[in-house]
């Protein structure tokens, strides 16, 4: 042990002795008028309070009234007694000897001895309760007020007779001990005698005499305390759990320790109870002191220290997957713990390129107390597998045979892919070609659902799968040409259109085979790139009767040629008639007539000369009209036109109603008649041709009538006016 550690042990030693030097105390009660002086006090807390306290002992030769027993030692009157009249002639005795303040500490002795008198036979005895209380307040002699109180003195030491039986209360004097136990630590404080008889008095149940004799108080003396070994205690990892026992012997009862100085490494305490625990969270040698203490005040040090120092290496890296040289960045996650950093050729940011190759990567790791640690690890890449398809497109025609090829390295197999348009799916007859470095795929007599299919190659190997680049074959349907129309017939001087129709096609030339063979047109011209390419001749000569078109394309299937076009061309002669024809009354355009065949009628010329809107020939003549005619002869209708005007006075409107006239217009009307005059109108009934009236509409004087729904046909009008009636024929369209 050190020198500082002897002296200060040394000291602790006679400042223990003299503390327990003025600690002890003995009574032996020769003159107890000196008690008070010593500390002691007394204090009579009886109900009612009875004429005697506390009183000095009486001998058996005391004289004129002897008492029932001699002291324990000393002279025969040496001790303290009381009794019966402690209370009145009934009531409660509780009569306080309270001994002087010490510092009370867990391992005091306090010794006694009392007795009562011996009961003889034929003799009662009253029995008799002495009760000894602890007080850990100071100096306090605060036992409350009244008989049933204790004021501080709230720890019942002991108690003799607790239940006041008779004859239970020795007899004799007999030695009484009592350790002190269960103080947190030393205590100020005193400890008291309390007579304490229930039904007492001289004419009570209970109560007699009691003495008290030679009181010692012996204070617990600090044994020499033994620790663990001074020094080195067992070594710690940073990080890693650590636990170490200081054991000791000396201790009155559970000892205590505690750091008293320098400090435990951190992250490591240390329990009341002695264990170094806990994970140290930095390296290190830490020295500090370590003192025990027990409940009676008593300790003991000594000085450890404990050195700290890093874990063996804690760095791991688990396997690499196998890479390929072409795999692309690899993010590194195999070390552990996480959070280090990796090194290496080809290894930036925590990931590694495996283009370089197979390389030693290495991993640092530097933990939260500071240690570094390092691993390293092979990571092999091998060389990739590349697979090229040639050609990586083709172009073929319908019919037509392909071929395409995939050449690749280390790899074991390889299996021709179809996308149809849903994903690439092995072919079957594509077959796997095991082991070999080319592999084929063969299409004969390509079809247009091939159109747009991507074929590629997979393989299997150390690096696979791998994938080929994509091969698309396009398949070009044969140029097909179609002329509209196939044959056009056509009046001389009419104009004629020929067009011709096709796809998968850059150019077209129109050519004509006039009964000699097939030439270019020149003024036909050649056209590149649209879908259809038109031939128009205007003014078509008898000439060009018979002659043969058609239409040549380029392309990537050509060349194509379209089926064969033929003009004819027609001589007809124009129509002719009258130019003004009257009819009746519900005429239809076949009563009209002109010179020719196959006539048609148009309401207008532009219908006429276009050949459109042709009218039936039960159309309803309408008056004063002109209607024009075509005619057709050996197909060719004629493209000029007669007018022909349809008129007859009977149909007018001018007929007379007494001396005014209503003019109805117009006639023939498709919707709404309208009136002039000067009559009122009344109303209108219109007759269909059979004779039955067909509507009747009230005008009140309006001037106009609603007529779109009746069917188309001739009616006779009644109009009613105030001045009369009047009849016109009015054609319905």
């Not at 019966?84 to 002087?100: A, D, E, R, Y």
């Not at 006694?112 to 002495?130: E, H, N, S």
């Not at 039904?199 to 010692?216: H, M, P, R």
């Not at 197979?358 to 990571?379: A, E, L, N, W």
Request: a neutral charge; hydrophobic letters at 35%; one cysteine or more.
């Amino acid at each position: 042990m050190r020198k500082f550690d002897l002296k200060l042990l040394l000291s602790f030693f006679l400042f223990c002795t003299q503390l327990n030097f003025a600690q002890t105390f003995t009574e032996s009660f020769d003159n107890i008028t000196t008690l008070a002086a010593n500390g002691w006090s007394l204090q009579n807390n009886s109900t009612p309070v009875g004429s005697l306290s506390w009183f000095q002992g009486t001998a058996t030769t005391a004289t004129p009234t002897p008492g029932p027993f001699n002291a324990y030692n000393g002279a025969a009157n040496a001790y303290i007694a009381a009794n019966f009249n402690s209370t009145g002639s009934t009531g409660t005795i509780s009569n306080w000897l309270i001994t002087p303040n010490r510092v009370l500490r867990n391992g005091d002795v306090f010794t006694f001895y009392t007795r009562k008198p011996t009961i003889g036979g034929g003799q009662t005895d009253y029995a008799d309760r002495l009760e000894v209380r602890m007080s850990t307040n100071g100096a306090s002699t605060n036992v409350g007020t009244g008989a049933a109180a204790v004021g501080d003195f709230t720890t019942l030491l002991l108690s003799i007779n607790p239940t006041l039986v008779a004859n239970v209360y020795p007899q004799v004097w007999t030695k009484y001990t009592i350790t002190v136990s269960g103080l947190p630590s030393p205590t100020s404080g005193r400890i008291a005698f309390r007579y304490f008889v229930t039904g007492a008095g001289s004419l009570g149940t209970n109560s007699d005499y009691i003495g008290i004799d030679q009181v010692d108080y012996t204070p617990y003396v600090c044994p020499a305390f033994t620790m663990t070994s001074s020094g080195a205690l067992p070594g710690a990892q940073a990080g890693t759990a650590y636990s170490t026992l200081i054991s000791q012997t000396g201790a009155l009862g559970a000892p205590n320790f505690a750091v008293t100085a320098g400090a435990l490494p951190p992250g490591l305490s240390l329990s009341a109870s002695g264990t170094i625990s806990g994970t140290p969270t930095a390296t290190g040698t830490f020295n500090f002191t370590v003192t025990v203490s027990d409940a009676s005040g008593c300790s003991g040090s000594a000085s450890y220290s404990v050195t700290v120092l890093c874990r063996s290496n804690v760095a791991a890296l688990s396997d690499f997957p196998v890479l390929c040289t072409n795999s692309g960045l690899y993010t590194l996650s195999e070390g552990f713990p996480a959070g280090g950093t990796y090194s290496g050729t080809g290894v930036s940011g925590g990931q590694f390129d495996p283009a370089a190759g197979t390389q030693v990567i290495t991993y640092d790791y530097t933990d939260p107390y500071g240690c570094s640690y390092s691993v390293s690890k092979t990571v092999t890449v091998n060389a990739a597998s590349v697979i090229t398809t040639q050609p990586t497109a083709n172009t073929v025609c319908v019919g037509e045979n392909v071929s395409f090829s995939a050449a690749a390295g280390n790899a074991t197999g390889y299996q021709w892919q179809v996308n149809q348009g849903s994903g690439f799916t092995d072919i079957t007859n594509g077959g796997i070609y095991s082991g070999a470095t080319t592999a084929t795929l063969k299409i004969n007599g390509v079809t247009s659902g091939l159109n747009g299919y991507a074929y590629r190659m997979t393989a299997t190997g150390l690096c696979t799968p791998a994938v080929s680049n994509t091969a698309v074959l396009t398949v070009n349907a044969v140029t097909a040409i179609t002329t509209q129309p196939t044959a056009s017939t056509v009046c001389a001087g009419a104009n004629a259109t020929f067009s011709a129709v096709a796809g998968n096609a850059t150019g077209y030339q129109w050519q004509v085979n006039q009964g000699s063979g097939f030439t270019d047109i020149t003024n036909g011209g050649i056209y590149s790139g649209a879908t259809t390419a038109a031939l128009s001749i205007n003014g078509v000569t008898a000439g060009l009767s018979g002659y043969v078109y058609r239409v040549t394309a380029t392309g990537l299937c050509t060349p194509a040629v379209s089926n064969t076009a033929v003009l004819t061309v027609s001589s007809t002669s124009a129509p002719t008639g009258e130019a003004i024809q009257s009819f009746n009354a519900g005429d239809t355009l076949s009563v009209l007539t002109v010179t020719g065949s196959n006539i048609k009628w148009y309401a207008t010329a532009t219908d006429a000369a276009n050949h459109v809107n042709e009218l039936p020939v039960n159309t309803v003549i309408v008056n004063n009209t002109v209607y024009y005619a075509t005619q057709s002869i050996a197909g060719c209708e004629s493209s000029v036109s007669l007018a022909v005007k349809a008129y007859n006075e009977s149909l007018g409107t001018n007929q007379e109603a007494g001396s005014q006239k209503i003019q109805v217009y117009p006639n023939p009307v498709k919707e709404t008649l309208y009136f002039s005059g000067n009559q009122r109108i009344d109303k209108i009934i219109m007759i269909s041709a059979d004779g039955r009236k067909s509507a009747e509409k009230t005008l009140n004087g309006e001037r106009k009538a609603d007529v779109h729904s009746l069917p188309a046909g001739v009616y006779i009008l009644k109009i009613f006016t105030d001045k009369g009636i009047q009849t016109v024929k009015i054609i319905k369209n």
